[in-house]
């Protein structure tokens, strides 16, 4: 069972990452490019079988390790 | 518009973000974890209009920029 997670920023808070990306893209002469915002992929591999109870681990593995609650905002989904 | 690009590691290439992870969650009690991959998520606001335009445009920024094409592969969704 794999667990696909996506770690973003919250809204408000800066994206320095994200704004080089913005500035090289224009730098390359891709215009219309409004906003450009980085946040992290984490695929993981579970044995665990029932895709609930991984998905509440998965959100505790979040809470405690994978993403800074205090300015990241994270998502879960869990493919069989 | 806004495009979400996704950029992991080729299978193969050696991750040692991902490694970190699963170590450090295996650290903290997370038992049943079989293997972790750290990858890239990219959000992009567009001003383009067309969803096909804008994908081929993406994947060429992709090619440009966002990607190492040699250990990296990307996928992208156009959202409208």
Do not use: W
């Amino acid at each position: 069972m794999k667990a696909r997670v996506h770690v973003t920023l919250k809204n408000g808070v800066l994206d320095p990452q994200g704004k080089a990306i913005h500035q090289s893209l224009e730098g390359l002469g891709f215009d219309g490019v409004e906003d450009v915002r980085q946040g992290k992929f984490i695929e993981i591999e579970l044995s665990d079988s029932d895709p609930d109870a991984a998905k509440a681990r998965v959100a505790e593995m979040c809470e405690q390790l994978l993403a800074n609650t205090v300015i990241e905002d994270y998502s879960i989904e869990i493919e069989a």
